[in-house]
């Protein structure tokens, strides 16, 4: 994926010719073994965990035993798809938000501001900036912010745009823009990337076509800058489906907003429910990972990394 | 591109041209206007962070009652907010050795050598960031619970060590590809040990690559809240203890110690760009 924009890469590449040899085993062996034991085992451990069954000779709160009941997936999808279809409506409404108000920002930074270093070097530092400020801190800045008692309410209630009994927190209004508002440095900092090496001789090029600027940017820039789109996509709306940090009643949701990382969260530290939690876990994985090859198939983006 | 192409570009702009030819645009005032004002959006929550760390002290941090250093100046009043930041730094930088050392050494393989499961390892890479966080932290969850290990300080470095290795693995790839094979070459012509080439040569050159990506870590990691929770039993880091204390009041020392890391790590940031900047126009001069 476009991360180019952390590396600081300033010197050309140079296309070595890749050797074969026993070197390579002992880099990558180390590496590959431990995603194996901490990322792959506990998939495995998912939905092992998720066929278990209710331990009835020793039965007790959070006590399972293996088994292989299947049972578990449809209770939690009778029960559940209201809210997973919630969460996949407030990603996909974020990722597209996120990808309007960041594309022109990062094309102000990655092509108008080339001619200023310094003013592109400033603009990617306040880009990255949330990064370095706990993201709870921020979430709970913007509930005081849009609070009832606070200035933005006040302000839409003079203007008669709100009631004097509306609350902007714990509606998906707020979810939403919690979201997009999270992961618009996502979106940003690849779409920057893409841009940032796009060639102005072709705008030029376009332009001595007489194709007029709207012409060039929809046959020239974007599909140029597609790769950038695609992995900020992907980077917003997959972790934005499975966020429960926004939409939780202690931040910017309410009960009414829940979304499935909620559910989730929920069946495992309140209801201790492992099987039902493992069970919506790999639901939310299965249900991410069949838009997300539809999507990288569709945009031909082969190169992930 | 460089700043002579785009000193050549400008000058491109003014040779004259075919009357009806649509000028080139690279956009307007107004493309520039609404990106400052989302730059600006971007900064509110963090100001907002900052300011109420110079609130008056009371019970709760919601409301402002004035501007004070007293937070500053009793730093360390809270006990729990101090032992919480403290265990999240330990973590953050054991976390980051760890990934530095698997990423970079997966990073060097992928870009030095050819193997078989090329694409499968690139799929490996990818899944941890292609998953929510929410399934890998119930995963990491189920896993010690199934094998009965005991959750805390341990399980949490485990986990984060494993979702910075990808992120490593990206930061430090592109330096590698960056850097000439031939340098190692000479290396090893005039006789360098393996141990010599990797640490006299190789290592300082991916230094900044490597310095990058252990930033992207450490804040990655100290900032986890969602895997984290799954799998710390009764560990409390920083962002477990906002999380827990936001029921209540969160202490408005916790606001100083999120500020202090903020602007340490821009000041860290700032130094890297001016360091780079510094190193381009050297590499332009040089190249004439």
Redesign the interface.
Known sequence: ?A??A???????????P????R???W??L???V???A??????V??I??SLKAPDLVNFDIGRYVYAFDIGNYATVLGQYWPIILRSFGYAALATVFALL?SY??A???G??L??Y??WQ?L????????????????????K??FADEGPVVHFLQGLNILGSNAHLNGTPFMVVFGLT?NF??FMALPIYTSLE?L???Y??A???L????AA?FWRVTLPLSLPGVVSGT??VF??A?????NASP??LGSTQTAM??NV??DT??NLQN?PA??AL??V??VL??IP?GIYLGLTKTED?? | MSLQEAAVLGRVDETPRPLKRPKARRGNWGVAVYSVVILLILLIPIIYTIVFSFNVPARTNSTWRGFSFDNWLNIFADQRVVAAFVTSIGIGLLATLAAAALGTAIAIALVRFRFRFRTGLTILLFLPMATPEVVIGSGLGSQFLNIGVDKGLATIIIAHIMFCISFVVITVRARVASLDPAIEEAGRDLYASPAQVWWRITFPLLLPGIVSAALLSFALSFDDFIITAFVRGSTETFPTYIYTAAVRAIPAQANVFASVIFLLAIVVVVAQQLTAAARRRRLAREGG
Do not use: C, H
Request: zero cysteines; hydrophobic letters at 55%.
């Open positions: 994926m991360f180019g952390f590396s600081n890469v300033d010197t050309p590449v140079v296309e070595a890749r050797r074969r040899s070197a390579a085993l880099l990558l180390p590496g590959v431990y995603l194996g901490t990322y792959l085992a506990p998939l451990s998912l092992v965990t108000i022109p920002l094309y102000f930074i092509v108008g080339r001619k270093p310094l070097a603009a990617l530092i306040l880009v990255i900036a949330p990064f370095f400020m706990s993201f709870l801190l921020r979430t709970l800045a913007w005081a912010i508002y618009i440095p090496r060639d102005l001789r705008l030029e376009g332009a001595d007489y194709a007029n600027p060039t992907l980077l997959i972790p489906t499975g966020d429960y940090v202690q931040f499935v990382g989730i969260s495992y530290f492992y939690s493992a876990s790999i939310l994985m991410i990972l997300v992930l990394l």
